[in-house]
């Protein structure tokens, strides 16, 4: 019988997302516990020297990766593990900066032709003097994720001043244009020949009585915050489409592992009768694995099981790629 390999489940951190991490990162502890991994959790604070002076001392055959937002997503652990030589979960240090970027994933995405909204990147500071694109547009910080600081400007809301007052991710702030419509979701494992790839199409309607009108923080991890319709029920077309262009944002941002790409689908003018327009807004690097994540609904949909899921990506993880 083949020996499991011991893992350090990194969970917590330090981000905006550190309650998310923590729940993801319990449920996979869990998991790879009772699939017989021997496991372990290790909440990383600000203490680098502390982490790596643990992952030395008690060194894992692989870490799982379950941080998310700032130093857990965007590089910085990535290429923490690459130095010690230890296999992590997802992606390497490239892909994660790259996609925590979000004007940098635009770019990227752009450069494969795939269908971005319109938008650029404005100084917060001046944000507050005028619109920089016709209303209604969306506002978000560059570095974040899970919707963190993310809204909605609509015609006569006046809430510019507001937004800059509350603003605390940086100097600079990403627009696009609103892209009315549905938000589906595509997660995929592994982008190569061989791997399982894209899973299906998720439909996630806000629950109006909870969300800000889109597929905010509290519509992501609140129990009922949203509801998911898997497979999605949208045209034909637009579904084959939606997952033929989750794997080549994967691709085209050189991921490994897990991704899960978000879509603004509008079938506002057509409905049923034609696809609509698809929107890529982003790729997540390390998509959430909470009782509530889409990512493992989308796998026991295709018969992955949750333990299953924890266990191939633990058994697909790599180092310096």
């Not at 006046?158 to 549905?182: D, Q």
């Not at 941002?253 to 982003?282: I, K, N």
């Amino acid at each position: 019988m083949k020996t499991r390999p011991s893992v350090a489940v990194l969970m917590g951190g330090m981000s905006s997302e550190r309650a998310v991490s923590l729940s993801s990162g319990q449920g996979v502890l869990s998991a790879l516990l009772e699939a017989g991994y021997p496991a372990r959790g290790i909440d990383p604070g600000p203490d680098l020297g502390a982490l790596v002076g643990d992952l030395t001392a008690n060194r894992p055959d692989v870490v799982f990766n379950a941080l998310h937002g700032r130093f857990g997503e965007d590089g910085v652990i990535q290429g923490v593990l690459d130095w010690m030589d230890i296999p992590y979960t997802h992606s390497g240090v490239r892909a994660s900066a790259v996609a925590m970027d979000k004007d940098a994933a635009r770019a990227a995405f752009a450069a494969a032709g795939l269908p971005i909204a319109r938008g650029r990147v404005v100084e917060i500071a001046r944000f507050a003097e005028a619109d920089p694109l016709p209303c209604p547009y969306v506002i978000k910080p560059l570095n974040e994720g899970s919707s963190v600081g993310v809204d909605i400007v609509r015609a006569g809301s006046n809430r510019r001043a507001e937004i800059v007052s509350a603003w605390s991710y940086g100097p600079t702030a990403l627009v696009e244009e609103f892209v009315p419509g549905r938000e589906i979701t595509v997660g995929v494992l592994g982008g190569e020949e061989g791997d399982i790839g894209p899973l299906t199409v998720t439909d996630i309607t806000p629950n109006p009585e909870m969300a800000a009108g889109f597929y905010d923080y509290e519509a992501k991890y609140a129990s009922g915050g949203s509801k998911h319709v898997l497979p999605a029920t949208i045209h034909p077309d637009a579904f084959a489409e939606a997952m033929r262009l989750a794997l080549l944002a994967h691709r085209a941002l050189g991921c490994r592992g897990a991704t899960r790409s978000d879509f603004r689908y509008d079938d506002t003018v057509h409905g049923d009768r034609q696809p609509g327009r698809l929107v890529l807004l982003e790729v997540n690097t390390q998509p959430g694995l909470t009782p509530t994540s889409l990512l493992p609904e989308q796998a026991a949909f295709r018969g992955i099981p949750f333990a299953e899921l924890c266990g191939w990506m633990v058994e697909n993880a790599r180092c310096r790629v």
